[in-house]
């Protein structure tokens, strides 16, 4: 099966392509706006989804850490990497600037949801805040919910919910 991304709306819609040949034209209509759309086989890359791509979080230990995203109803596991500053993290639409995006389906996330602030202290030590963007549904810390105005700080593994999507930290290596 391959997977396809509507060009309105971002939604995925699944194909068997072994249905078909190579050169074919294919039209298909989303199922969440409407929007009728084609394609080529053959002339166009089809991304594979995240879970045939086997995310690892490795390869952005040595940078400022990155946020594994568990699978869920709304999703696939996905590794999302961080970087200095701000992080603002949230669903992933078109037309949202955020540098953090979550690909999901899950509607009780905010585009714009929660920060991780990512920072060196005077030792060089890597210090992360969370905070909530703010949003509707809150951010949970470890099954607690932060305030408005809360600035907790995190460590390695700490386990973030938000909406009905979790995800765990894994902090960087400070050069």
Request: with cysteine; charged share 25%; net charge positive.
């Amino acid at each position: 099966m391959k997977r396809i991304r509507c060009p309105k709306c971002d939604n995925y819609l699944l194909f068997d392509e072994t249905k078909y040949n190579e050169g074919q034209s294919l039209v298909f209509v989303c199922d969440h706006c409407g929007k009728q759309f084609s394609i080529r086989l053959g002339m166009t890359k089809v991304r594979p989804p995240q879970k045939e791509e086997h995310p690892d979080s490795s390869e952005f230990k040595e940078a400022f850490g990155n946020i594994t995203v568990i699978e869920n109803v709304f999703g696939f596991k996905q590794v999302i990497p961080l970087q200095e500053g701000d992080n603002i993290i949230g669903r992933r639409c078109i037309g949202t600037e955020i540098n953090a995006p979550i690909e999901t389906s899950d509607m009780s996330m905010d585009r714009r949801h929660c920060i991780i602030n990512i920072k060196h202290n005077k030792q060089g030590k890597l210090i992360y805040t969370l905070r909530d963007a703010p949003s509707l549904t809150g951010t949970f810390l470890n099954n607690e919910i932060l305030g408005d105005r809360d600035r907790i700080r995190i460590e390695e593994g700490a386990i973030i919910t938000i909406g009905a999507t979790t995800f765990i930290l894994h902090k960087g290596v400070a050069k």
